[in-house]
Each structure stands twice: as C-alpha cells, then as structure tokens.
C-alpha cells in the first residue's frame, strides 16, 4: 500500500483530535439493557488473519454461529484487508460511523486511546469478561498507554520468526539455519540462482516495513522516539537498521525487486510457500502454510537473526510483540452485547481453535493446555515474545509514525527496485520528511 499525501494529512488530522466520538451504524434495537428481550445484530470488523479475506470468512462464520447458538446474537462480520483497516478506523472516529467491535493491530493501542472513542477495559469492564488474570502478561502490555485502562483486549498473539525451507538449505549443502544477520545475507546468496530468490519480503506494505524498521533499530541501539516521547527519526542507528533491510534488495541481492510490489500481506508468504524463495521473515503462520499447501517438514523457523558483532547500544530484539486486540467503540448501543462478544472470542474454547487454525499464540493462558501448542515451533515464538521481542512506542502518535515511516520506507524500496541506489543519505532525507509530517 502506497498512502497519498493527503491520506497521510488526513490520518494527522484525525490523531489530533482532542475527543472524538463514535457510534456504531449497526441494528438499533436494544440488546436488553433497558429490559427489552430483543437480540441485537452486532457488527464486526476482522482483521485479515488467513490467506485471503473469502478463507477468513469460512473460518470465522462457524464461530459466530455459535456464539448466536449460545447467545441469540448475531454478528455480521466484515474482513478488512490490513492495507485498508487503520484508515477505515481512523475514519470511523471522525464519522462516528464504525462497527460495534472490531479487531485493531496491538501496536495502534496507544493511539487509538487517545481518540477517546473505544470502550476502555478497567477493572469493572475486565471483570465482565471473565478478569485479567486470565490473559498473558506480555500480550497486556501492547493494549494501551501505560497507567491506563486498555482500550482494547489481546485476541491473538503474534511474534515475527525466520521461516526457512529444510529442504531447500538441505540441498544447497546448508546444514543449519542462520544465526546472524551475516549469516543469513551469505545463505540467501548461496540460495539465490536460476529465478530462485533467498528471502522474499513486503516491500510495498507499510506495516511490514515499519515493524522491520523498529526491529533493526532496536539492534543497532536506536529509538523513533526517546524517554520524554519526542520524535527522533533521523538518527544513524535509525538509518543504519533501515539500509540494512534495504540493501536485501540492492546491495546483497537476495530479494526479488519486484518484492517492492508487495503490499497485501501475503504475497511474500505465498512466494515461500510456493518454494519460489527459501525464507521470509514473518509473525506465526504454521495455519497459512499449511492452508498454502506447504509440506509441513519443509517449514523451519527460528528467531529473526542479529548482527554479529553487536553493535554499540544494540539490544538483542528480534521482533516486535506483534498481536491483534479486539476493541469495542464507546458509542456502540450494543454495549453489553459487544463485550458477551468478547467474552467469547477470548474464551478457552475459541483461543484454541482459532489460533489453531491462523497458527497464531493464544492469549488466554489456560489456552496452551491443548497439545497444539506444545509443537517446536509455538516454543519458538513463545520464547521470542518472553526474551527477545520488544512493544512498539505507546505514544499517541504512534500509528501516524507507523504510517509515516512505513510509506517513506515504501519509496525507498521503489527505488532500489529501479537500480537507483538508496544510500544512507537518502534515508536520512526520508526520516527527516516524515518527522516534518509528524504532529507535535
């Protein structure tokens, strides 16, 4: 996804709205609070989790049925590609005009407390769905401002892993899986021949690319923002941890240019999938893959590689504590309706079978009682997101800095895909610009 400048302008605009409004544009009828015995229709807005919206819909329906069994709600639900859904948020805030519940990216939590338009989840709301207590700490931590109640809950838990091809390292005399950055680079060139790349990527996606960003940042000892929450986008760790993700395509030529192009969020994946590439760097998806097809005892995985030596100041983080949340808006009039929703989305049951099917963590504990979760590749990520992996700036201008880094990072990739050399320069231009769009 390649945002306009005046899309860029008008997610600004929104973020510094002091309070906003919401209403949902769902059924109007009463969901019992007042005595009525009718039963609302909710609206939802789903994340795209699957490999297409249409496998999303086939696999939620059967859980919305079921809660419609339990409940006699319905839920008409919505998949919203993640290219679309921050801007269809944002202008839900504005319009007053949203769904009832709908899924948010966790890193967005901050900033869209800040809108003032979402049910916030303190310790009386908490309780309505069952406690706290029931969700992991680590997935708590990415559902709003710190001191503040959540403004939304953890649904799926995610965190970004090496997937490598077994078979095709095997056959290229690879005997193991990367450990550092350098080794992966070396990998990828001894993997890229004949049309066949070394590691596919989203170049087009800004999500991806900020998410990337953060993370070899992190590396190389940097910060977007520092301890007083003021911007600093231009700094040589900043450009450092970029140009090392750029150069995968222009300088280490492990990357198909055409990957610039990538912007749904999954054509990267397919392209591994498919065996057209020998690795990519991904949140869980062991549900996507298998759905793609891939032979299960191909799939590797093991923590996104750091550069060996550590640079100075660099922190051994090798992805960001990724995860979905589930939010209510505050002028929804399905109030108790939408959190019986979310008490059921959150439940055992439905942890289990849903991340089951994406490949994804719960975020309940006692969810990891089924034996699906005890595979090599859960502990994997389990283990990255309790040591290595590292929350995104909860400052309320954070889903304006994912946009804004992740569209200038979109630019730079279409130009190293057109053999113009992006150097460390023309990153530093690129941060200053979008600092400049950056509202105070």
């Known amino acids: 996804m390649r945002l306009t400048r005046a899309c860029t302008a008008a997610i600004t605009a929104t973020l510094v709205a002091a309070t906003l409004a919401a209403c949902s544009s769902s059924s109007k009828k009463s ?21 297409s919206l249409e496998n999303d819909k086939q696999i939620l329906q059967p859980q919305l049925d079921e809660f419609k069994k339990q409940t006699g ?224 005892a191909d799939i590797g995985v093991v923590p996104v590689p750091t550069p060996e030596p550590m640079p100075s100041g660099g922190k051994k983080v090798t992805s960001i504590v990724a995860g979905i949340n589930l939010a209510v808006f505050k002028g929804s009039k399905h109030q108790d309706a939408d959190l019986q929703f979310v008490k059921f989305m959150t439940s055992t049951p439905e942890q289990q079978a849903l991340n089951k099917t994406y490949g994804s963590l719960p975020t309940v504990s006692d969810a990891y009682s089924d034996p699906a979760f005890k595979t090599e590749a859960v502990s994997t990520f389990k283990s990255i997101l309790s040591d290595t992996a590292a929350p995104m700036p909860a400052v309320a201008q954070e889903s304006q800095f994912e946009t804004l880094i992740g569209t200038a990072m979109n630019g730079l990739f279409a130009n190293a895909a057109t053999g113009k050399t992006v150097s460390e320069s023309d990153i530093g231009k690129a941060l200053d610009a979008a600092q400049q769009q950056l509202t105070p």
């Open 31 to 51: 969901d019992g609070g007042s005595g009525s015995t009718d039963k609302p229709t909710l609206t939802y807005w789903a994340s795209n989790q699957g490999t």
């Open 73 to 296: 709600i319905t839920v008409n639900v919505e998949v919203v590609p993640w290219s679309d859904l921050l801007n269809r948020i944002l202008a839900a805030t504005t319009s007053g005009k949203g769904p009832d519940v709908l899924n948010i990216g966790n890193t967005w939590s901050a900033s869209l407390q800040a809108t003032d338009a979402f049910t916030q989840f303190d310790d009386a709301t908490m309780a309505k769905i069952g406690g706290k207590d029931r969700f992991l700490t680590g997935s708590l931590s990415a559902t709003g401002a710190e001191g503040k109640a959540p403004t939304a809950v953890p649904l799926y838990s995610l965190a970004y892993g090496l997937y490598y091809n077994k078979k095709q390292f095997a056959a290229a005399g690879i005997t193991k899986p990367p450990a550092t950055w350098e080794e992966m680079v070396a990998d990828g060139q001894k993997l890229t021949t004949n049309g066949h790349w070394g590691l596919s990527i989203e170049g087009g996606s800004v999500s991806e690319n900020i998410h990337a960003a953060f993370t070899l940042s992190q590396q190389e000892g940097g910060s977007f923002f520092d301890a007083s929450g003021k911007a600093t986008f231009n700094t040589p760790q900043n450009v450092a941890g970029i140009k090392r993700y750029i150069d995968l395509m222009q300088t280490d030529k492990i990357t198909n240019p055409s990957d610039a192009e990538y912007s749904k969020g999954t054509e990267a994946l397919e392209d591994y999938a498919a065996g057209k590439t020998s690795m990519v760097i991904w949140q869980a998806a062991a549900g996507s893959l298998k759905k793609l097809g891939m032979n299960a």
